[in-house]
C-alpha cells in the first residue's frame, strides 16, 4: 500500500524537499530522541514524573480514574508538528503518522514491557468527523504501533458521541465539562481489561482524562496512554 501511493504521488519529504518519501529517513534520524525520556510528565498534573507515571497525589485527587501512565514519543513541534497537522487534512499524509511512530517506537528506548497484556485502544473521533476526514489519526497511530509493541488493537470499545470544539478558548475548568459525556464505552470488552489509550497529540490531557474516567467506571482494570507527540 505504501509503496503503491509513493509511487502513484511521488512524493517530497516535509522537511528537506528531497524525492522519495514523505518524511525521508535522514530527516527521521535527526529526530533526537535522546532526551524524550528526560521531559515525560505526569498527565494530572503536568509537571516532570519519571517515565510518566501519574504521581501517587494526582491519582488521588482525580479518585484514582486518572490514567496510570502517559508516554509520549516527540514534541510537537517543526516536522513533527507539520506531520500531524497536516495529516488531518489530506490523506496521503498519513504516511508521517506511520514513520513516525514506527521510528518512535523503536528508537525512543523506553521499556514497553509496562504494556504486556494491554489493549490498544485509539482516541476516537465523531462519527461526523470520521465522514468529513475519511480517517482517524489516532487509529492509524495504534495500528501502526501495534505490531511493534505486540498488542492487540480494539477501535471500536470507545466511542465519541460527540464534538467538543474551539478548546483553547475555554478555561481549564470549562474544557473538563465539555467533555462530559462526550464519550461511550463498551462494558463488556473494558471490564477487568487493560487499556492502552493512543492519540496523535496530548496538548492539556483534558480527553485522555475523561476517556480514562469512563473506562474505569465501567471496571477497566488499569488505563495508560501513549500519545505521539505532546503539545509544548
Ligand atoms: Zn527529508
Ligand atoms: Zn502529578
Redesign the pocket.
Known sequence: MENLINLIFPQE??????I?RI??????RKLSLSKIADKQICIVCGTYSKEGMTHEKCLKSKDNKAPRQLIYLFEYKDMVRKSVKESKYARKQFLALKYLTRWGIQECGFDFGYYTGFALVPVPISKKKMRRRGFNQARIIAREAAPLLGLKLNATCVTREKDTRAQYTKSRTERFKSLEGAFSVEGNYVRGRKILLVDDICTTGATLLEISKVLYEVGAQEVRCLCLSKAV
Open positions: 519529504c516535509f522537511s528537506c524537499g528531497k522519495g518524511l525521508c529517513v535522514e530527516c527521521l
